[in-house]
């Protein structure tokens, strides 16, 4: 449910027109906004696929959360583009998003890879 909520909060927050947004001039900080929201979005649904699938390892839940995170950021600049009259596709948004998407991966990698050290250790 946490996943599905992230994704809808992701999709009004990219959807909605822009000139109903507060304006903060940050240099890129849009950009920080894409990569966080894609950080959470593949987090969040990485735990539901490992749940549904309920997969012993990280790598088929891990990949289809990365998949799915980069398709929902191109989705969302192609609907931007076609369905906005404030907001425009862009190119930098969606390596933002793979950007976030990538940190994700990589500290889920990390955080298993401890957890079965840990476990190793713990055994011996």
Known sequence: ????????????????????????????????VHAFFHFVFTSLWFLFF??????????KPLSIAFGFSVLFGIGIEILQALFTMT??????????????????????ILIDKYYKKDTINSEN
């Open 1 to 32: 449910m946490l996943a599905i909520s992230w994704s809808g909060l992701i999709l009004i927050s990219c959807l909605v027109q822009s000139s109903d947004m507060p304006q903060i001039n940050i240099p890129n900080l849009d950009k920080a």
């Open 50 to 59: 490992k749940n549904q699938l309920k997969s012993t390892t990280i790598s």
């Open 87 to 108: 907001r425009s596709a862009d190119v930098f948004d969606v390596v933002a998003n793979i950007t976030g998407a990538t940190v994700a991966v990589i500290g889920i």
